[in-house]
T-cell receptor, first 112, second 113 residues
Framework: ETGVTQTPRHLVMGMTNKKSLKCEQHLGHNAMYWYKQSAKKPLELMFVYSLEERVENNSVPSRFSPECPNSSHLFLHLHTLQPEDSALYLC???????????FGQGTRLTVV | QKEVEQDPGPLSVPEGAIVSLNCTYS??????FMWYRQYSRKGPELLMYTYSSGNKEDGRFTAQVDKSSKYISLFIRDSQPSDSATYLC?????????????FGKGTLLTVNP
């Protein structure tokens, strides 16, 4: 396994469901990120973890809850989502104080 | 004014053409500049990385940064159908722990055989 791996690749969930997205990086990086990509919008940074500590939360609704148990793993816990939360959710990693971010393939989320 | 402006296209060119993709930005603190390529239904893939002003070449790809004009470009020579993708510019400021990337919206490129 190399790079950044995200599971699942596709997820359909109802507004009352609870689900989690998983990200794992095999690059030895110590910063990890969640981004949201919606049609016709720039990538939106949601959360940043640096050395397993959350350092940024860009006014993301509380229905999104990140978890970083160690420098290789990142989760995004989802509950009571809205249809407008349907998007591609991307995980990325980099070195702390580095700038090149490497992305996973993303999870295509559809909220029905 | 948005921090990063990128024409979304779409841009359609014949195979073999030279492609020019551009972004402008407003934040003079940006020092690191990247271009990502994103194929449909895939994550962005880092293509080019440049620090400060100047040019960088990698095979058919050349990245240029003009900090005085706050303008960056990506040139693709001898474009191929496999270059068809969305190209995203990204940039970040220098110093300390500022690792936040700011992205453009992306330009959709189609190279026709």
């Amino acid at each position: 396994e190399t790079g950044v791996t995200q599971t699942p690749r596709h997820l359909v969930m109802g507004m009352t469901n609870k689900k989690s997205l998983k990200c794992e990086q095999h690059l030895g990086h110590n910063a990890m990120y969640w981004y949201k990509q919606s049609a016709k919008k720039p990538l939106e940074l949601m959360f940043v973890y640096s050395l397993e500590e959350r350092v940024e939360n860009n006014s993301v609704p509380s229905r999104f809850s990140p978890e970083c148990p160690n420098s290789s793993h990142l989760f995004l816990h989802l509950h009571t989502l809205q249809p407008e939360d349907s998007a591609l959710y991307l995980c990325a990693s980099s070195q702390v104080r580095g700038t090149e971010a490497f992305f996973g393939q993303g999870t295509r989320l559809t909220v029905v | 004014q948005k921090e990063v402006e990128q024409d979304p296209g779409p841009l359609s060119v014949p195979e073999g053409a030279i492609v020019s993709l551009n972004c402008t930005y407003s934040n003079s603190a940006f020092q690191y500049f990247m271009w990502y390529r994103q194929y449909s239904r895939k994550g962005p893939e880092l293509l080019m990385y440049t620090y400060s002003s100047g040019n960088k070449e990698d095979g058919r790809f050349t990245a240029q940064v003009d900090k005085s004009s706050k303008y960056i470009s990506l040139f693709i020579r001898d474009s191929q159908p496999s270059d068809s993708a969305t190209y995203l510019c990204a940039m970040s400021a220098s110093g300390g722990s500022n690792y936040k990337l700011t992205f453009g919206k992306g330009t959709l490129l189609t190279v026709n055989p």
